[in-house]
């Protein structure tokens, strides 16, 4: 059993969550209800919940600053927004949990688990203290961090530090400029919207690389990438070839 608090300026939606966490998600104890951040930040630090399922658009404070409030924050955060874009993509990059409103019931479902998981192994979050750095950046910056999760933990690499990415049905394999790969179970293009603004190019279907990286191209069929450290031509599809050029100012 986990013990939540629940926050949302709505007290509709709080009472729709309630209903449909009680339903499908037994092992979870909501201890707290709250519909404003100030009354939020009080339960939370008084109450010490596992996780705290947050809608990141309130009135007065959001979301994001009533995280902001809270030292050191230790629990599990699940957001929950009636909206696909404000500060998603930071919440995407740290591989936190979010739901869209209406809720599903399947999403909910398995965002609950993973929250089990996580407390149950009772690791530090620091996937959330990455995400409030990301949001409190103006441009992308190379030294930032994305969270990669695989099946026995979660790696917070430098975006620098990745050479290439290459895709296999629904998975996705992030290999590291310094030999290390980690198996992701996200297909490739979730991460061609995050990365493309720190220098990534989608150069084929399977294959997305960081520019940075790229020592030459071969002029082979429709063209390859050599990439630093690595012995396998990436291939650029004929529809990618221009742009590619283009990019790289060829």
Do not use: W
Request: proline share 5%.
């Amino acid at each position: 059993m986990i013990s939540a608090i629940l926050v949302d300026d709505e007290t509709l939606n709080i009472s729709n969550l309630s209903a449909l966490l009680a339903r499908h998600c037994p092992g979870v104890q909501i201890i707290a209800t709250a519909t404003h951040a100030d009354e939020a930040r009080e339960l939370i630090m008084t109450m010490k919940p596992d996780v705290v399922f947050l809608d990141i658009e309130m009135p007065g404070k959001n979301g994001f600053e009533l995280l902001r409030s809270i030292p050191d924050p230790d629990f599990e955060v699940i957001f929950v927004t009636a909206y696909d874009t404000y500060g998603i993509m930071a919440v995407k990059f740290s591989a936190l949990d979010y739901l869209l409103k209406p809720i599903n019931t399947t999403e909910l479902k398995d965002a609950v688990e993973r929250a089990e998981a996580s407390v149950q192994l009772k690791k530090q979050n620091l996937r959330l203290g990455n995400l409030l750095q990301l949001l409190d950046k103006k441009q992308p910056d190379e030294n930032e961090k994305i969270a990669l999760p695989t099946l026995k933990e979660t790696y917070l690499v430098p975006v620098k530090d990745i050479v290439r990415c290459e895709s296999s049905n629904n998975y996705t394999t992030f290999y590291l400029a310094n030999g290390a790969e980690h198996i992701i179970s996200k297909p490739l293009y979730a991460y061609d919207e995050m990365l493309t603004p720190y220098g990534f190019i989608r150069c084929h279907q399977s294959h997305l690389v960081n520019k940075a990286h790229i020592v030459s191209i071969l002029n082979e069929d429709s063209g390859y990438l050599i990439m630093q450290r690595s012995d396998k031509k990436v291939p650029i599809s004929k529809q990618k070839k221009s742009l590619i050029k283009t990019l790289l100012k060829l």
